[in-house]
């Protein structure tokens, strides 16, 4: 069982920034996973962010976040980053991690097995 704890949460004013992480709570190593953030805004269903493949070596946006957002990986850290630059109250959500054996579809959520219990992101106007 992989046990994803995410932190970086906040309160942030448009256009600023805010860098969310995610690693493990025991000894899992993320090196094996491909990674992908989701989020969830109040009334609506969980949307794709970003994903990284286990290399590294690719990344993946949705349209809304491309451009502003950077997912990476430290793997001596064990931890994926979600940079998130030039926020919007849109961008106002429960952010989750998320990994998967596969990641043959990133932006589908149920390609993922492991999920963490997410952090709260606000921005304000």
């Known amino acids: 069982q992989v046990q994803l704890v995410e932190t970086g949460g906040g309160l942030v004013q448009a256009g600023g920034s805010l860098r969310l992480s995610c690693t493990t709570s025991?000894?899992?190593?993320?090196?094996?996973?491909?990674m992908g953030w989701f989020r969830q805004a109040p009334g609506k269903e969980r949307e794709f962010v970003a994903a990284?493949?286990?290399?590294?070596?690719?990344?993946y946006y949705s349209d809304a976040v491309r451009g502003r957002f950077a997912i990476t990986r430290d793997y001596a850290m064990n931890t994926v980053y979600l940079l998130m630059n030039s926020v919007k109250p849109e961008d106002t959500a429960d952010y989750y991690c998320?990994?998967?054996?596969?990641?043959?579809?990133?932006?589908?959520?149920?390609?993922?097995?492991?999920w963490g219990q997410g952090t709260q992101v606000t921005v304000s106007s």
């Open positions: 998320a990994a998967s054996q596969a990641l043959d579809h990133y932006a589908d959520k149920d390609s993922y097995d492991y």
């Open positions: 025991g000894r899992t190593t993320l090196r094996v996973y491909g």
């Open positions: 990284v493949t286990r290399s590294g070596g690719s990344t």
